[in-house]
């Protein structure tokens, strides 16, 4: 009889990739009230732009690994006098989310977030 070779183990074609669209999108945990909550409990806002009256929105992006952790946080667009810093700090220090997922597999999702700094 004649010996089949040992299977080669099937590589994920997915590994590595950056995925924008999703079937199921990378979720702060608690859904979307609690990152607000998070953000709004979490953010210092820089005295600089408070005592200059600056408001405005923060736009990030970062990725959200397989494991959910948080890395690359990068500024799309920001506001200046302290506050891009600040929201790259509080995006930094966010718990893990759930893992955006392609055909069932947990993958690398590319998440946009605008950060708002409004002064009360």
Known sequence: ASELPPEEPVADPDAGKVF?????????PG????????LQKNIKYPALARENGIEGTVYLTFVVGPDGNIRDV??????G??????????AKNMPAFKPAKQ??????????????FTLK
Do not use: H
């Open 20 to 28: 924008t669209f999703v079937e199921e999108q990378a979720e702060f």
């Open 31 to 38: 859904g979307e009230e609690a990152r607000i909550s998070y």
């Open 74 to 79: 990068k500024m799309l667009r920001g506001i």
């Open 81 to 90: 006098f302290g506050c891009d810093e600040e929201a790259i700090r509080v």
């Open 103 to 116: 055909n069932g597999r947990a993958v690398n999702y590319q998440f946009n977030m605008p950060i708002k």
